[in-house]
């Protein structure tokens, strides 16, 4: 056992606990080791002894640890541990680290060797940063929603890699997000309500297979987010829950532990659980090589229970920062993103500033302005103008990521495409027109699985996507416009290499909520763009426009094109800038401008 490493562990600062606890390979066989200091007794069971609870005791190896080393066991022999609790009551229980599990009903545990892989991506995980200035475009993926085979079979980690990367590299995005791949038991969890904190849930396949699909986004040039749940844990008898008769991962204080999705809090006071949870996270980056992890529900880490009026959270919130810290010391090319929807500073702050130590944080208020907009009847949208130019006054305060999420396109909230205000038609012209928005503000871009061709029905993790939507050209088309704008947004440095700079954004016009249109620049590269976005039902032949520079400007994107199921209302040939001032610059240009149209021009600085 490395006493080192146990220490650590102890102390609450070791990111590597589960190369002491958990089930190993050695050459005298499998060692158990267990952390379950008030338990009178552990024994452990499994199909090697028959499942016998009196074959295979546990010894102490110090007055918290319990260890057993098992000979000529193969690789997947199944165990779990039988723990004579403080009260004396005995209960079977998974091994909080285990590296595999079989799903339900038996919650059984296996034993595997992780380290067996051979990674093929050395240079990438050498070469990989992140990418404060380079663009990232995130697919977000339910893997069990994305697509199965139906009645109920999903596709595995091995299969997703003809079915998912093939895709994910002709749209043109950059990363895929994972949602939770730590075993959970209840699907309508998501695999946000988990219980193997260092356990690959089996739905999809083994340890091996997602270090396989990993392994391959790597080679085709994708990034690996994973989505992992520090703050609570599901109350399974099985689970972590007074896991030796005491309270172990858990506060004492029911006042303290219960959580609002009828799950447990961590008690982030306990050295040995602030060490477990950053041990978990570690594994992802270790093991399975991710490039980046989203931390869920940060509020409820902020606050007590998410709710600013109970008070700052402390302890979690130095768990958050050690955990920042010390994930960034070891793994300095690693980002780590925060789900957080309050409006706490500095989350992105470094914690040597005083800081949360995040390299990102969702932008949740920019998501529900701007979706409220877009619901909006545009008869309407004048008196609300600030909804969408209010972002900018408070951009630079974090590093955003701009989020369109799984949360939106559930719970009768309406997928993206159907919070659009107007008939079908309408919809899409602003759809797309939200796209244009999203893709040419600052800040990172994510977007959820379906969004990308306009799925109507909200996400199911029972059903694959509507796939078949793309036989009908407004879907079809949808998602042709999507993999050209990811396409535009990554050639053009414009659009994110000053995402965090005064440098890379400038209004031309914030404030036109007459004609309810918002125009602006994006600077890089030499180049500026000029965004014009059109959030009325109304054209114009002649629309008059004040720009930085004169010359030519080059009509990049427009939402409104027929090949993506638009008017055609475009400007086809080039549009000069010419001197005479407007909008505070000293040069101006007119262009055509579609109702509900989405433009992107590309000139020259000089």
Same mark, same amino acid.
């Given at each position: 056992?490395?006493?080192?490493?146990?220490?650590?562990?102890?102390?609450?600062? =070791?990111?590597?606990?589960?190369?002491?606890?958990?089930?190993?390979?050695?050459?005298?066989?499998?060692?158990?080791?267990?952390?379950?200091?008030?338990?009178?007794?552990?024994?452990?069971?499994?199909?090697?002894?028959?499942?016998?609870?009196?074959?295979?005791?546990?010894?102490?190896?110090?007055?918290?640890?319990?260890?057993?080393?098992?000979?000529? /066991?193969?690789?997947?022999?199944?165990?779990?541990?039988?723990?004579?609790?403080?009260?004396?009551?005995?209960?079977?229980?998974?091994?909080?680290?285990?590296?595999?599990?079989?799903?339900?009903?038996?919650?059984?545990?296996?034993?595997?060797?992780?380290?067996?892989?051979?990674?093929?991506?050395?240079?990438?995980?050498?070469?990989?940063?992140?990418?404060?200035?380079?663009?990232?475009?995130?697919?977000?993926?339910?893997?069990?929603?994305?697509?199965?085979?139906?009645?109920?079979?999903?596709?595995?980690?091995?299969?997703?890699?003809? #079915?998912?990367?093939?895709?994910?590299?002709?749209?043109?995005?950059?990363?895929?997000?994972?949602?939770? /791949?730590?075993?959970?038991?209840?699907?309508?969890?998501?695999?946000?309500?988990?219980?193997?904190?260092?356990?690959?849930?089996?739905?999809?396949?083994?340890?091996?297979?997602?270090?396989?699909?990993?392994?391959?986004?790597?080679?085709?040039?994708?990034?690996?987010?994973?989505?992992?749940?520090?703050?609570?844990?599901?109350?399974?008898?099985?689970?972590?829950?007074?896991?030796?008769?005491?309270?172990?991962?858990?506060?004492?204080?029911?006042?303290?532990?219960?959580?609002?999705?009828?799950?447990?809090?961590?008690?982030?006071?306990?050295?040995?659980?602030?060490?477990?949870?950053? =041990? =978990?996270?570690?594994?992802?980056?270790?093991?399975?090589?991710?490039?980046?992890?989203?931390?869920?529900?940060? =509020?409820?880490?902020?606050?007590?229970?998410?709710?600013?009026?109970?008070?700052?959270?402390?302890?979690?919130?130095?768990?958050?920062?050690?955990?920042?810290?010390? /994930?960034?010391?070891?793994?300095?090319?690693?980002?780590?993103?925060?789900?957080?929807?309050?409006?706490?500073?500095?989350?992105?702050?470094?914690?040597?500033?005083?800081?949360?130590?995040?390299?990102?944080?969702?932008?949740?208020?920019?998501?529900?302005?701007?979706?409220?907009?877009?619901?909006?009847?545009? #008869?309407?949208?004048?008196?609300?103008?600030?909804?969408?130019?209010?972002?900018?006054?408070?951009?630079?305060?974090?590093?955003?990521?701009?989020?369109?999420?799984?949360?939106?396109?559930?719970?009768?909230?309406?997928?993206?495409?159907?919070?659009?205000?107007?008939?079908?038609?309408?919809?899409?012209?602003?759809?797309?027109?939200?796209?244009?928005?999203?893709?040419?503000?600052?800040?990172?871009?994510?977007?959820?699985?379906?969004?990308?061709?306009?799925?109507?029905?909200?996400?199911?993790?029972?059903?694959?996507?509507?796939?078949?939507?793309?036989?009908?050209?407004?879907?079809?088309?949808?998602?042709?416009?999507?993999?050209?704008?990811?396409?535009?947004?990554?050639?053009?440095?414009?659009?994110?290499?000053?995402?965090?700079?005064?440098?890379?954004?400038?209004?031309?016009?914030?404030?036109?909520?007459?004609?309810?249109?918002?125009?602006?620049?994006?600077?890089?590269?030499?180049?500026?763009?000029?965004?014009?976005?059109?959030?009325?039902?109304?054209?114009?032949?002649?629309?008059?426009?004040?720009?930085?520079?004169?010359?030519?400007?080059?009509?990049?994107?427009?939402?409104?094109?027929?090949?993506?199921?638009?008017?055609?209302?475009?400007?086809?040939?080039?549009?000069?800038?010419?001197?005479?001032?407007?909008?505070?610059?000293?040069?101006?240009?007119?262009?055509?401008?579609?109702?509900?149209?989405?433009?992107?021009?590309?000139?020259?600085?000089?």
């Amino acid at each position: 056992m490395d006493n080192k490493e146990l220490q650590s562990f102890y102390d609450g600062y =070791s990111l590597h606990a589960y190369n002491v606890f958990g089930a190993h390979f050695t050459k005298n066989g499998v060692c158990f080791r267990l952390y379950a200091p008030n338990a009178r007794s552990v024994r452990l069971v499994g199909d090697f002894n028959n499942w016998n609870s009196d074959a295979t005791l546990l010894k102490k190896v110090n007055k918290e640890v319990w260890e057993v080393t098992v000979p000529n /066991l193969p690789e997947y022999a199944q165990y779990k541990y039988v723990i004579e609790q403080a009260d004396g009551k005995f209960v079977t229980k998974t091994d909080p680290f285990a590296f595999y599990n079989e799903m339900r009903p038996g919650w059984v545990c296996k034993v595997v060797n992780i380290d067996e892989y051979k990674w093929t991506d050395r240079e990438w995980v050498k070469n990989r940063n992140n990418d404060i200035n380079g663009p990232m475009s995130i697919y977000e993926v339910h893997l069990g929603g994305f697509k199965h085979h139906g009645a109920g079979r999903w596709f595995s980690y091995y299969e997703m890699i003809d #079915e998912l990367i093939p895709y994910v590299k002709e749209m043109g995005y950059t990363h895929i997000e994972l949602m939770p /791949l730590n075993e959970y038991p209840f699907d309508g969890s998501w695999g946000y309500q988990q219980y193997g904190y260092f356990s690959v849930t089996s739905r999809y396949g083994n340890c091996y297979q997602l270090q396989m699909f990993i392994d391959a986004c790597h080679r085709n040039g994708i990034g690996v987010i994973m989505d992992i749940v520090m703050a609570h844990f599901v109350k399974d008898e099985f689970g972590l829950i007074r896991f030796d008769g005491t309270c172990v991962y858990e506060s004492n204080d029911p006042g303290k532990s219960e959580s609002q999705w009828d799950t447990l809090y961590f008690d982030f006071s306990k050295n040995t659980v602030v060490s477990f949870l950053m =041990s =978990s996270a570690a594994l992802w980056i270790d093991k399975y090589h991710c490039d980046g992890l989203r931390v869920d529900a940060v =509020s409820n880490l902020i606050y007590h229970n998410g709710d600013s009026t109970k008070g700052e959270n402390r302890g979690a919130i130095s768990f958050i920062k050690r955990f920042n810290y010390h /994930l960034h010391k070891e793994y300095p090319n690693v980002m780590i993103i925060a789900e957080d929807s309050t409006s706490y500073p500095l989350v992105t702050a470094p914690t040597e500033n005083n800081g949360l130590g995040f390299d990102y944080k969702w932008d949740l208020g920019w998501m529900n302005d701007t979706l409220k907009y877009y619901k909006m009847d545009p #008869e309407y949208r004048h008196y609300h103008h600030n909804l969408i130019n209010f972002s900018m006054a408070y951009f630079y305060s974090e590093r955003f990521i701009l989020p369109f999420s799984h949360d939106e396109v559930v719970h009768s909230k309406g997928t993206i495409i159907d919070k659009m205000w107007g008939n079908y038609e309408q919809k899409f012209a602003q759809c797309r027109n939200l796209m244009v928005y999203m893709y040419t503000h600052p800040g990172k871009k994510l977007n959820f699985m379906g969004n990308e061709f306009a799925v109507f029905r909200e996400f199911d993790e029972q059903k694959e996507l509507d796939w078949f939507l793309l036989q009908y050209p407004a879907h079809d088309s949808f998602k042709r416009f999507t993999r050209d704008l990811n396409l535009i947004y990554k050639a053009h440095p414009a659009f994110w290499e000053h995402d965090y700079s005064w440098d890379g954004f400038q209004w031309i016009d914030a404030d036109n909520s007459e004609q309810r249109i918002y125009s602006y620049i994006r600077y890089g590269g030499g180049y500026c763009y000029v965004v014009i976005l059109n959030m009325a039902p109304v054209g114009y032949e002649e629309f008059e426009i004040g720009v930085p520079t004169y010359g030519f400007f080059t009509e990049v994107m427009n939402s409104e094109k027929d090949i993506y199921s638009g008017c055609n209302m475009c400007n086809f040939h080039k549009v000069r800038a010419v001197k005479g001032a407007k909008h505070g610059f000293r040069y101006h240009m007119t262009v055509r401008v579609a109702p509900f149209a989405g433009i992107i021009l590309e000139g020259k600085m000089h």
